[in-house]
Nanobody, 128 residues
Framework: QVQLVESGGGSVQAGGSLTLSCAAT????????MGWFRQAPGKQREAVSM???????SYTDSVQGRFTISKKNGVNTLYLQMDNLKPEDTAMYYC??????????????????????WGQGTQVTVSS
């Protein structure tokens, strides 16, 4: 049973950067779809970025060019590098994983209900 633990959230001013980490306990090999969601108060949880087992990445339009998802296999950790942060990026960020989503479908079009493993979340607050 894979467990996920996020870290790296915090408060920054607009234009700043943060790196979120998601440490997985248990194997998350090439069969896993992993990614980041976020949820702002009063809004639905939305997919921010996904990393398929093939290494293919996808990003929601609002973060394209500013966020970078990556994974360090040796330490089984997923990262989200967030640059040029904007106030509208303020949200609780969640790491998620699923071994049942095939790589072609491991994109930001995948909904939260398709993921069975979640971290506890880490807060990101961006002030103007």
């Amino acid at each position: 049973q894979v467990q996920l633990v996020e870290s790296g959230g915090g408060s920054v001013q607009a234009g700043g950067s943060l790196t979120l980490s998601c440490a997985a306990t248990g194997p998350t090999g090439s069969s896993y779809c992993m990614g980041w969601f976020r949820q702002a108060p009063g809004k639905q949880r939305e997919a921010v970025s996904m990393l398929a087992g093939t290494g293919t990445t996808s990003y929601t339009d609002s973060v394209q060019g500013r966020f970078t998802i990556s994974k360090k296999n040796g330490v089984n950790t997923l990262y989200l590098q967030m640059d040029n942060l904007k106030p509208e990026d303020t949200a609780m960020y969640y790491c998620a994983a699923s071994m049942y989503i095939a790589s072609p479908h491991c994109t930001v079009a995948a909904g939260p209900a398709e993921f069975g493993t979640w971290g506890q979340g880490t807060q990101v607050t961006v002030s103007s």
